[in-house]
C-alpha cells in the first residue's frame, strides 16, 4: 500500500490550497484517515481526521478554516485549506488505516507535501 500525497505549493496569506492523497495497491477499504503537518523545529500535529463513515475532527488551530473530506470509490482524501495564514507553512502528510484483507490491516503514511504561506 503506498499514499501519495499532492497539491502543496507556494500561496500568499488568505489563499487557498487543496492537498489530495492517493491510496493505491492491495486496498479492501480505506478506514480512518488523516492530515498531519510538521512545521521546522516542531513535532508533528494532527490536523484533520476523517472516518470511514465520514465524521470529522478539526484541531483547534485550523477549525473553520479546513475541510477534510474523502472519496471512498477512489480511495482519495482531500484537504481543503481556505484563509491560510503563515504559521500553516508546514510539510503536510497523509496518513491512513487501510484494510488490506481478511483481518489484516495496517496504518501508513503518505511522503509529505510542502505548503509554503507567504505574508
Known amino acids: 500500500v503506498q499514499l501519495q500525497a499532492s497539491g502543496g505549493g507556494l500561496v500568499q496569506a488568505g489563499g487557498s490550497l487543496k492537498l489530495s492523497c492517493a491510496a493505491s495497491?492491495?486496498?479492501?477499504?480505506?478506514?480512518?484517515a488523516g492530515w498531519y503537518r510538521q512545521a521546522p523545529g516542531k513535532e508533528r500535529e494532527m490536523v484533520a481526521g476523517?472516518?470511514?463513515?465520514?465524521?470529522?475532527n478539526y484541531a483547534d488551530s485550523v477549525k473553520g478554516r479546513f475541510t477534510i473530506s474523502r472519496d471512498n470509490a477512489k480511495n482519495l482524501v482531500y484537504l481543503q485549506m481556505n484563509s491560510l495564514k503563515p504559521e500553516d507553512t508546514a510539510v503536510y502528510y497523509c496518513?491512513?488505516?487501510?484494510?488490506?484483507?481478511?483481518?489484516?490491516?495496517?496504518?501508513?503514511w503518505g511522503q509529505g507535501t510542502l505548503v509554503t504561506v507567504s505574508s
Open positions: 496518513n491512513a488505516e487501510v484494510t488490506t484483507g481478511w483481518r489484516r490491516h495496517g496504518n501508513y
Open positions: 495497491g492491495s486496498i479492501v477499504s480505506l478506514d480512518v
Open positions: 476523517i472516518t470511514g463513515g465520514g465524521s470529522t
